[in-house]
């Protein structure tokens, strides 16, 4: 019997992520639907005074951020849910390295094992950095020119 890439995730516990993947994606599902819904009953209920009509674009911008994050989110989701059937699922897209059941458990969409994930969000925050402290840079240079 030849061993699984990602055999440090056992039979159960590949069922166990995809049973919580499943449940994510039926969640996001249900939310979709109730947002839909809802949307759909408050616009049929016709006339509203201004203040409420504001309100409500509050709230509809608050939705489509709240949307957009959870359409990325499923989007996440299916393709972890075809990665799953391959032995690529619970490896470190960076190095290779299996990604802990706990790790995975906790969040069924991990792709980096927690040492590339924390080097990662380093590197993140130091480009972050450097972008901010260049325009910052440029800003000085301009104002200074004015005065
Ligand atoms: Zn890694």
């Known amino acids: 019997m030849s061993v699984r890439l990602n ?8 069922h166990a992520l995809k049973d ?9 599902r249900t939310n979709f639907q109730l947002k839909k819904n809802e949307y759909e009953n408050s616009s049929a209920t016709g006339a509203k005074d201004e203040v409420d009509s504001a309100n409500d674009n509050i709230l509809l911008a608050a939705d489509m951020r709240f949307s ?11 393709k972890t849910l075809s990665k799953i059937e391959t032995e690529q699922y619970g490896m470190c897209d960076e ?5 802990t059941y706990t ?5 069924p969409t ?5 040492l590339c994930k924390e080097e ?4 993140e925050s130091q480009n972050f950095f450097e972008r901010r402290s260049k325009s910052l840079g440029r800003e000085m240079s301009v ?5």
């Open 7 to 14: 055999s440090h995730l056992s039979d159960k516990q590949l």
């Open 120 to 123: 990662s969000e380093r590197e």
């Open 20 to 28: 919580k993947l499943l449940a994510e994606a039926e969640r996001i």
């Open 68 to 78: 957009n994050r959870e359409s990325l989110y499923y989007k996440k989701i299916t």
């Open 143 to 147: 104002s200074a020119g004015t005065h």
């Open 103 to 107: 790790r995975l458990i906790a969040r």
């Open 110 to 114: 991990s792709e980096m094992c927690i």
């Open 95 to 99: 190095c290779g390295d299996p990604i």
